[in-house]
């Protein structure tokens, strides 16, 4: 399996849509082959027309606010002591979060198909929230499918669905968290994909989704990549790069630009979600050597019994709580261009105590989990190599998590 | 020799009906009792599609996945299937036996274990969910191969250009789903329009059976007296639900409704 240069990863799938032979693909029921179909058609004439892409950046610069803040943490390079720390603060995108990029994009394309209503799937409420938003600013009606005890514990963000006058749909089903939203979301696709167009709010679900959210995210690392060199005036010779991995599109956008680097400049550090510290029940595949299964119409490493019954995961961080995970992940992982790792609710929790203590930073718990993995290895790495934690969260929306676990006086901010 | 799913289409087409195909769930809600609704409803249907109950169903609307979950909880497992299929087919008048399923629970038991279990337990024909074609090119030839029907499904979003590649590589048996919908959707679509989509299917492929499947139950059956066969599925999962939470015998009251399903395209 290899990573090829010069072509961007969201196009090195084969005809059947498989990163490396076997991850991704199209794993869906007849019905929904037509408007997959439709929407690839769609995307490859999109995606290297001119026109679309100056509308996607005027929105992308004047509505979602580019570029976000690239800063350099210098309290918390200071308490670390080892290598320079940054931050690129993806949370200062309209809403609050990376998920935009992708809803964006969603909502320009159904616009142009000649959509009405626009669906999609959350788990911690901002691929949700964002979808609400962006469906609000292009004049469509919004459907939102989410677990009920996502619902329970992410209030801020499911307020502000119905805010923007989005439909928030709670799913009982199985462990009532993302997974079962998304297939909720996808049995909603069957029944209306003639009148519906679908957000899959990640990098995962049939590859043409993967393929689209990938697209929209690298907004990330293009900016990244225009701001370190009018910082250090080149692409720093030690570089490593960490970001949380549920799904895995916050990420992938941020590593984007960089593919064709050699990991010896460039590194890709991936965190996953380890649970409650001795939590069997994970949301870590690449981690923790998963098994290839099918999940969303995609191949995949997945959390999953012998049988090939999908197992329930147990994370603090709702945008993490999902047993699979995006192909383009699994790629970079058995090509080993990106490195994959685990923390603990518990480090990530901790980790959220240190970066608030020491900076005006805010990450929410999913990029909480990736600063507990750089702070741990900055510590021991040389002071000309340089750290960047995507913080592509706001932790307002963890506020009633982070009140019950670390007390009041971490939320007062607020 | 005719595989005995056609045969099974053939002595309707003699009786001049639709072959009745019902669906349940292996293992709701026990595996006794799943394997006894199997003896009890093969009295009244032509060919028994057995779902393999899976925890992420794409397709399955409410009725199917209650039963779902209710078998998996109730720990249903892949070779607790086999054998709930092997020992009906052990049974007095047994019926040809189609699995229903999603692609991981083949996936993770191997293709070849899988299909080589499907045969000696007796499963005479597969309906992947989320195995369309062309994907499914490589394995539904393995499935031929082992003397199993790998059934294609079609769908109103089915090009014609598709659906005319579609028929020429499936076997002998064509599923049509009548509408937009996950299973147990109420018809949405006349009729009328069903039949029309359905004869296109015939006349491009006139010598498989297709059946239709979707919205299909007691009260909407008898409009589709005229084709191959008819699959009814959420109505008698519903049945299932409703009978244990009435405390009676979900296995009299199913097989009550398939009676009563077979009288009306008699």
Known sequence: MKLKKGIPVIDQGDRLGFWGGKFGGNFVPETLKKPIEDLEIQFNKLKINKNFIRERDKYFKNWIGTP?????????????????????????????????????????????????????????????????????????????????????????????????????????????????????CFRFWVANCDTTAMCVGSTVGPAIFVRICGWSTSQISRELKVQLINEFGEIPKKLKLYNCVGGGSSSFGFWNEFMDYDKKQVEFIGVEAGGPAKSKRHAAPLTYGSKIG????????????????IEETESISAGLDYPGISPLHCFLKDTKRARYTAASDEEALKAYQIVTKYENLRPSLEPSHAFSIAIKEAKKLSKDTVVIINSCGDAYKDRGILEKKLGKKYVKSN | ML?????????????????????????????????????????????????????????????????????????????????????????????????????????????????????????????????????????????????????????PTTSNKRLKRITKDSHDMIYYISMLSTTGGKLKVSPKKILANYNKIKKISPKKNCVIGFGITEKTISNFKNTDGLVVGSQICKEITRSLSNRQNPVINVSKIVNKLRKKIS
């Open chain 1, 68 to 184: 976000t803040r690239f800063i350099k943490l210098n309290n918390l390079t200071k308490h670390v002591g080892g290598a320079q720390i940054w931050s690129k603060v993806v949370s200062d995108a309209n809403g609050g979060a990376h998920k935009i990029y992708n809803a964006t994009v969603h909502c320009l394309m159904a616009k142009r198909s000649g959509k009405k209503v626009i669906i999609g799937d959350t788990g911690a409420g901002y691929a949700g929230k964002m979808l609400s938003m962006a469906a609000k600013k292009f004049g469509l009606k919004c459907k939102i499918f989410m677990g009920a005890k996502d619902i329970k514990r992410q209030q801020p963000n499911v307020k502000a669905m119905k805010k923007n006058g989005a439909d928030v749909i709670p799913v009982y089903s199985g462990s009532q968290t993302l997974v079962d939203a998304v297939s909720e």
């Open chain 1, 294 to 309: 099918i999940l969303h119409g995609a191949a995949q490493y997945v959390n999953q019994n012998s049988d090939g019954q």
């Open chain 2, 3 to 155: 595989n005995p799913i056609s045969l099974a289409f053939k002595k309707a087409k003699e009786e001049k009906r639709p072959a009745l195909l019902t669906y349940t769930v292996a293992g709701d809600s026990s595996k006794k009792q799943s394997l006894e609704i199997l003896k009890a409803i093969s009295n009244y249907a032509d060919i028994l599609e057995v779902g393999v109950p899976h925890n992420t169903p794409v397709a399955d609307g409410g009725q199917i996945q209650t039963s779902a979950y209710r078998a998996i909880k109730n720990g249903i497992k892949m070779n607790d299937i086999f054998k709930i299929v092997r020992d009906f087919k052990k049974s007095k008048n047994s019926k040809p036996v189609i699995f229903m399923g999603y692609y991981n629970m083949i996936f993770q038991y191997g293709e070849n274990n899988f299909l080589k279990k499907c045969k000696k337990s007796g499963v005479n024909g597969l309906i992947v969910v989320d195995l369309p074609w062309p994907e499914n090119k490589i394995f539904s030839k393995k499935c031929k191969k082992n003397s199993i029907n790998f059934i294609q499904l079609l769908s």
